[in-house]
């Protein structure tokens, strides 16, 4: 059986700078994965990578047995990609409500005419729509503050809206960078949980970016570990942790 | 099926075409009482035509965040276009009608050539560039007589039927309005409001942005084509000074005054804006009328200062929302 | 041969105009990275404190310049102060539209009759017009003046810039405004300063634009300003060198366009050079390219 993501040989250069090189990952159909390393070690450009923010200056990134390096970010999502950023990224003048929604906006035909003129087409489309985001929002616990501002909300609420907007649209895969970021640890347990959850019961696969250790060893099935751009290990939590070039480039020199 | 009690109540968009319509009325009746002489009609399809182009501008910028300083330019083709079919093909209401559909459809298409390469571009770089192109074009239309001789160039097109009346101002302005608001309020005018608030995380979440921003940018350049074909056959005379750089921020200034993203702010600024400016060319004595040019930009900076989000700041008359308001709020 | 070395010259002449304006622009835009519309205006602020300095008050020519640049300064300084700062951190568009209330706002206000009034006044040349011929090509003591005061003032900024401790904490600050008041910069301090010089730059221009063309009116800053901002996106926009090389490009294509094609289109070539440079070249002949980061 062929992986669910399969990178291979990707290099990402910048002018001379190259953040990224050599890089493989595979990952099966309902894994969690974890992706970790320190700051400037290129996580998040591979993340940009796969999810079409940035084009491949080499190398291949098959999803579902498709290459979709170099596609347009909107394309890599509507196959079934989605992801959150490090730096929460929501429509900030947007209800809670319309920031669902307009992701699930691709999978519409209701065009600009059905629009103008209400059609029956146009109303049935909004009503699937809004339902559909209120169960999401429901999921996440946020369905009583579906008519907020999204910019209104706390910060550990619009983490979970981040999440509730990139699954609204039924990926495959989910891409979630840093999202215990800025948290307090019961918060954290909370977010653990929560992938769990979503993980069960959207039959996702998560490939996951952070920092704080506890959720790495809480959550993933497998670790893989990158530095100055290139991956140096890849098993399991426990080998991982146990593993003496982990241990030196990144657990030695930052908190456990 | 689950139903909405909200549904049951009659479409906030009747009630706004029922109040439409009976102003309509009385302002028609006003004018045959002789109450609304003449020039105060004139001032009231100018507003309305202003309203239009504005709502146009308010939709690339405001909603879909494209920020343009050209949009005179396209106001302009829309005008030209259908000054020159009006007198190709003799003037009468058809040939208007025609008129205003060519002079909105080249508008849009001249919007959907220039603005694929130039939407690339953002914030400022795109102003500038917008800004250039109607440079170019006012200088296109200055030299036009030299391939179109009709058009006159720089000294001017005349000979244009004067066409627009009321009714025709406020049937499509009332249409302008009602297909803002049906088009704001749907998925794809979500889907424009994601470009403006964060293009990268629009495109992260399925939007092809460069879609939007073009579909935001023709639909709106198209509204002031419409506008730019009323306003030919309102005063019978085009000159290229009426659509350069000064009219683009003109536009612009009803928009922000009016709210970024509100069309409601944009219905009230059009109006009342219109009818300050020309009020005040009645009001005051000749001496201080180039007051009136000192005072305009100084309400643009004002308001910039310390109203950046115009009378209504992103919120609308509840008769211009699909939906009914919701218990809670 | 001879009529193509007579355009260059004229066209160097209108180029080293648009420069003195240009280098403003850059300068602001590189630190606070707002297009300053009103820059064109202060240009044409400083033509006329040039005008009154040799008409009324009967000046040298020298001081007439000086007169212009302090004027302009202030003038820089205090539209900062009043209508920019206060949105320095709103969003760019605003600050931009509240550029666009400014410029407006000085061209109508001195057009009224008690300011300078809308007819155009001629500008007094100190000096009598002398032609030196080169071969054929002619060269005035005019076009000298402006070449040597534009480079004398280029030269002088580029020190200050390059020497000046103050020069250094300009440049940092169009680095990084945040590190550079970490590191003790008075960022509010630097950047008056540079709308300051920016300023008296674009003053100085305007008197060397008055006696090269010898005729000034309220309106007279709104095209060179624009173009001359063209030029500095052309150079590479924040870029001091690049905006020297813009503006000369600038002011020679628009003169040999007036000469060879036709003087109507001339603002619709330096137009277009600006779209086909944002589509090919975002960052100009000068810049680096850089990615956004995510």
Excluded at chain 1, 210 to 236: D, N
Excluded at chain 2, 38 to 52: K, R
Excluded at chain 2, 62 to 91: D, K, N
Aim: net charge positive; proline share 4%; glycine share 12%.
């Amino acid at each position: 059986m062929s992986a669910l993501l399969d990178v291979t040989g990707l290099l990402m250069r910048f002018g001379g700078l190259v953040a990224v090189r050599d890089f493989a990952l595979q990952v099966d159909e309902h894994e969690l994965v974890g992706l970790i390393g320190p700051n400037g070690a290129g996580k998040t450009t591979v993340f940009n990578a796969i999810t079409g923010m940035y084009r491949p200056t080499a190398g291949s990134i098959r999803f579902r047995g498709r290459e979709i390096a170099g596609l347009k970010p909107h394309r890599v999502y509507q196959l079934g990609v989605a992801r959150t950023f490090q730096n929460i990224r929501l429509f900030r003048e947007l209800t809670v409500l319309d920031n669902v929604r307009v992701a699930d906006h691709h999978r519409g035909e209701a065009g600009v005419l059905h629009s103008v003129l209400r059609t029956p087409k146009f109303r049935n489309e909004e009503r699937r729509l809004a339902d559909r985001a209120r169960e999401l929002l429901a999921v996440m616990g946020l369905e009583q503050r579906e008519s907020e501002y999204a910019r209104n909300l706390p910060y550990g609420e619009q983490r979970r809206l981040e999440i509730a907007r990139a699954l609204v649209s039924d990926p495959k895969l989910l891409l979630l960078d840093e999202p215990a970021a800025g948290m307090n640890p019961y918060e954290v347990g909370q977010l653990m949980e929560l992938i769990q959850f979503v993980r069960e019961r959207f039959r996702l696969t998560v490939l996951l970016i952070e920092h704080q250790m506890r959720v790495v060893m809480g959550v993933c099935q497998r670790v893989l570990v990158m530095e100055f751009g290139e991956k140096i290990a890849e098993g399991r939590p426990e080998e991982i942790r146990a593993n003496p070039k982990v241990i030196e480039a990144y657990l030695g020199t930052s908190e456990g | 099926m689950r139903t909405d009690g909200a549904r049951r109540r009659p479409e906030p968009g009747t009630i706004a075409v029922i109040v439409a319509v009976g102003g309509f009325v009385l302002l028609q009746a006003l004018m045959w009482l002789g109450v609304l002489n003449p020039y105060w009609q004139q001032v009231l399809n100018l507003a309305g035509i202003t309203l239009i182009s504005a709502l146009g501008l308010n939709l690339i910028y405001g909603y879909t965040g494209q920020f343009s300083l050209g949009h005179a330019a396209f106001y302009g083709v829309g005008a030209y276009a259908s000054a020159l079919l009006t007198r190709s093909l003799g003037p009468g209401a058809g040939t208007l009608l025609l008129g205003i559909v060519a002079g909105a459809a080249l508008a849009a298409l001249v919007a959907f050539l220039i603005g694929l390469p130039i939407l690339r571009l953002r914030s400022d770089y795109l102003a500038i560039a917008t800004l250039g192109f109607g440079i170019i074009m006012k200088v296109l239309l200055d030299n036009s007589d030299a391939v179109i001789p009709m058009m006159g160039g720089s000294s001017g097109m005349s000979g244009i039927a004067r066409l627009t009346t009321f009714p025709w101002v406020f049937a499509f302005g009332l249409a302008a309005v009602l297909v803002m608001r049906n088009l704001v309020f749907s998925s794809v005018g979500r889907a424009l409001v994601s470009v403006r608030e964060d293009e990268l995380a629009a495109e992260a979440v399925g939007i092809d942005t460069t879609r939007y921003k073009t579909l935001g940018f023709v639909i709106g350049c198209g509204y002031a084509g419409v506008a730019g074909a009323l306003y030919a056959h309102l005063y019978a005379y085009l000159n290229p000074f009426s659509f350069d750089f000064l009219k683009s921020i003109d536009v612009l200034l009803v928009v922000v005054l009016g709210g970024l993203g509100s069309i409601s702010g944009t219905l009230v600024a059009a109006i009342a804006w219109t009818f300050l400016l020309e009020g005040l060319r009645v009001a005051l004595p000749a001496s201080v009328q180039d007051w009136r040019m000192v005072i305009y930009p100084l309400v643009m900076i004002v308001f910039m200062l310390f109203r950046p989000g115009g009378i209504f700041a992103r919120t609308e008359f509840g008769f211009l929302k699909p939906r009914a308001r919701r218990g809670k709020e | 041969m001879t009529y193509f070395l007579q355009q260059l010259i004229n066209g160097l002449q209108l180029g080293f105009v648009y420069a003195l304006i240009a280098l403003g622009y850059t300068m602001v835009y590189g630190i606070v990275r707002l297009i300053n519309f009103a820059h064109g205006d202060v240009f044409m602020v400083g033509a006329y404190l040039g005008f009154f300095a040799l008409a009324s008050w009967g000046l040298p020519f020298p001081l007439a310049i000086v007169v212009a640049m302090v004027g302009c300064a202030a003038l820089g300084v205090f539209i900062e102060r009043v209508a920019y700062k206060p949105l320095r951190n709103a969003p760019r568009i605003s600050a931009l539209i509240t550029a666009m209330g400014v410029s407006l706002f000085i061209e109508n206000f001195t057009n009224l009759n008690f300011v300078f009034g809308p007819t155009p006044r001629a500008f007094p040349r100190p000096f009598a017009v002398r032609t030196f011929g080169l071969g054929g090509v002619e060269i005035t003591n005019v076009q000298l003046i402006v070449f040597g005061v534009a480079i004398l003032l280029m030269v002088g900024l580029s020190l200050f810039v390059g020497r000046t401790r103050t020069g250094r904490a300009m440049r940092a600050v169009s680095q990084d405004r945040d590190t550079a008041r970490l590191m003790g910069i008075n960022v509010d301090t630097v950047i008056s300063i540079t709308f300051g010089i920016g300023s008296a730059l674009a003053g100085a221009g305007g008197v060397l634009y008055g006696i090269a063309y010898p005729q000034i009116q309220p309106m007279m800053g709104i095209m060179p300003g624009l173009k001359a901002f063209v030029a500095a996106v052309l150079g590479g926009i924040g870029i001091i060198p690049g905006a020297m090389l813009g503006s000369l490009i600038m002011g020679v294509v628009e003169t040999f366009t007036s000469a060879y094609v036709s003087s109507t289109l001339r603002d619709a070539v330096a137009f277009g050079i600006l779209i086909l440079v944002l589509l090919v070249r975002p960052t100009g002949l000068l810049g680096k390219s850089h990615s956004d980061k995510v």
